[in-house]
T-cell receptor, first 115, second 115 residues
Framework: AQKITQTQPGMFVQEKEAVTLDCTYDTSDPSYGLFWYKQPSSGEMIFLIYQGSYDQQNATEGRYSLNFQKARKSANLVISASQLGDSAMYFCAMSVSGNTGKLIFGQGTTLQVKP | GAGVSQSPSNKVTEKGKDVELRCDPISGHTALYWYRQSLGQGLEFLIYFQGNSAPDKSGLPSDRFSAERTGGSVSTLTIQRTQQEDSAVYLC?????????????FGNGTRLTVT
């Protein structure tokens, strides 16, 4: 069975500092994708970054990077130079090749950025 | 271009009544998903549509829940005889393909409150 685990219910970070949000996953399928979404208090789900299981390089998108450690089955999100607008809930999600593109989500991590 | 549109944004209903939630996906997106998010929780998969294929209904929590997608575009999620535990935010998402590396684009959701 596929599973996503986010062990940090809540995190604090000082503005302008970097923060790492943890995500571990479990699947026996060799072809899968890992996603991070941001959900501000307004409720919309915003796609941040994607990492494919066969990608050799860690994904980066602006201030977001994904620390992909395949052997450890972890896909941690790193946010550099935190901003007040980064305060939100962050979800890690996985899709596997035989699963119709359906995403399996973790329970989320609430990030609060302190001024 | 226009994103995924959901209506209504908020719905309050009495226990036992039926409700219909609507989703208008991004034009050209062939795959459509419904998820449910209870307060402070992760997203729970409900149902998936892909083109003319039979929908994947594996996530529907009971036979009170049903969904249809007309003409490969607009989808309606129907909850019959609503219960208080149905209170949640119902999120619709669409994607260009059903492949595992295709990110889902979410609407802003319908917040359902059953009194």
């Amino acid at each position: 069975a596929q599973k996503i685990t986010q062990t940090q219910p809540g995190m604090f970070v000082q503005e302008k500092e970097a923060v790492t949000l943890d995500c571990t996953y479990d699947t026996s399928d060799p072809s899968y994708g890992l996603f991070w979404y941001k959900q501000p208090s307004s409720g919309e789900m915003i796609f941040l970054i994607y990492q494919g299981s066969y990608d050799q390089q860690n994904a980066t998108e602006g201030r977001y990077s994904l620390n992909f450690q395949k052997a450890r089955k972890s896909a941690n999100l790193v946010i550099s130079a935190s901003q007040l607008g980064d305060s939100a809930m962050y979800f890690c999600a996985m899709s596997v090749s035989g699963n119709t593109g359906k995403l399996i989500f973790g329970q989320g991590t609430t990030l609060q950025v302190k001024p | 271009g226009a994103g995924v549109s959901q209506s209504p944004s908020n719905k309050v209903t009495e226990k036992g009544k039926d409700v219909e939630l609507r989703c208008d996906p991004i034009s050209g997106h062939t795959a459509l998903y419904w998820y449910r998010q209870s307060l402070g929780q992760g997203l729970e998969f409900l149902i998936y549509f892909q083109g003319n294929s039979a929908p994947d209904k594996s996530g529907l929590p009971s036979d009170r829940f049903s969904a249809e997608r007309t003409g490969g575009s607009v989808s309606t999620l129907t909850i019959q005889r609503t219960q208080q535990e149905d209170s949640a935010v119902y999120l619709c998402a669409s994607t260009e393909t059903y492949l595992y590396n295709s990110p889902l684009h979410f609407g802003n959701g319908t917040r359902l409150t059953v009194t």
